[in-house]
């Protein structure tokens, strides 16, 4: 059982720059691949980035590549997401989760969802 955390969110002018953490409890979380997702006003989670429990390997949504970078510290139970060059589209509640599926842009792929933490990015 893994339960996640999510901190960092905020409001922040377009261009600037944010660090999400996603903060874990229990023992497997270093065996996990995580990924964060975002929802803005609407019932879907879109996929953001994954990162392997290695942290050797990571994957972006197209919308985020060159601006978001994924990181991992398993001795700190912690996985980053800083997010660099914010645009205004980017405003949304960001999660974090545990992949236990084989699809990581597949929100029902995942499970130990955090509560979400609000990005909001004025123009």
């Known amino acids: 059982q893994v339960q996640l955390v999510e901190s960092g969110g905020g409001l922040v002018q377009a261009g600037g720059s944010l660090k999400l953490s996603c903060a874990a409890s229990?023992?497997?979380?270093?065996?996990?691949?995580i990924g964060w997702f975002r929802q803005a006003p609407g019932p879907e989670r879109a996929f953001v980035a994954d990162?392997?429990?290695?942290?050797?390997?990571?994957d972006y949504a197209d919308s985020v590549k060159g601006r978001f970078t994924i990181s991992r510290d398993n001795a700190k139970n912690t996985v980053y997401l800083q997010m660099n060059s914010l645009k205004p589209e980017d405003t949304a509640v960001y999660y974090c989760a545990a992949l236990r599926g084989s699809n990581y842009w597949y929100p029902d792929d995942y499970d130990f969802w955090g509560q979400g933490t609000q990005v909001t990015v004025s123009s």
């Open positions: 229990g023992r497997t979380f270093s065996t996990y691949t």
């Open positions: 990162i392997s429990w290695s942290g050797r390997s990571t």
